[in-house]
């Protein structure tokens, strides 16, 4: 069967539950397939009959919460096939191909939506240019409030309060610099080390989610937010 998947990524995919959650459901016996008990491994297709044991399909399923460091070279547009997720997905923001970095995939489209509209929550970018960074430029990029501190001769970190990238790239260039590296590694509550693998994914902690949800419901979001990736 070339078209076999492991089950926890068949539950996960159709929109069911996360692959832990599904983990969790085959070892206590409530998976069936055709009608016989899973077993951790299995692998199905869609002819298969996958039914769990105890749970009413008309229920909202479990929302799923995904961060993802992407790397170069990928599209936003590619990022579930990179996390193994269904297209059922929201971006909250989106990064170029020759972006890096910190990307939220979710099926939480309030959330996702909250997280890119308005320009209140703050996204925090490494960025490396091709020659050294004069003080007054620094100067130049901290006007209209942005934070922006110096990290090497030709990397800075810079907060802004848009989700496009772009206007960092814009910014630099105005200042006759070209960038050579912009990584994502804040939104809002959420970030990553700069030694994360890249290409690495994981599921939010139940604290992330709270924090951002706390952070999102906190600020007076404008209406005019941009369009969502949906994936």
């Known amino acids: 069967m070339n078209d076999a998947v492991r089950l926890n990524k068949f539950l996960s995919t159709n929109g069911y539950c996360s692959r832990r959650e599904a983990d969790r459901l085959i070892e206590q016996g409530r998976v069936f397939v055709n009608n016989k008990r899973a077993q951790l491994g299995d692998r199905v297709t869609h002819l298969d009959s996958v039914r769990v044991e105890g749970r009413d399909r008309k229920q909202e399923a479990e929302k799923i919460y995904v961060l993802l460091n992407k790397p170069v070279g990928v599209a ?21 191909q020759h972006h890096a970095g910190l990307l939220l995939l979710s099926t939480d489209r309030t959330l996702a939506k909250r997280l890119v509209s308005g320009h209140h929550v703050e996204m925090e970018y490494v960025v490396t240019v091709d020659r050294a960074i004069q003080k007054i430029d620094i100067g130049r990029l901290q006007s209209g409030g942005r934070k922006v501190r110096q990290l090497a001769e030709k990397k800075f970190a810079i907060v802004v309060r848009e989700s496009d990238p772009q206007l960092i790239e814009s910014l630099c260039d105005e200042l006759h610099y070209r960038v050579t590296k912009l990584i994502r590694t804040r939104i809002g509550t959420l970030k990553i080390p700069m030694s994360y693998p890249s290409g690495s994914s994981r599921n939010l902690t139940q604290k992330e989610i709270r924090d951002l949800q706390k952070l999102v419901d906190s600020r007076v979001l404008g209406s005019n937010a941009p369009p969502l990736t949906r994936m």
């Open 76 to 96: 936003t547009e590619a990022a579930t096939d990179v996390v193994g997720l269904s297209q059922d997905v929201y971006v909250a923001g989106r990064l170029e």
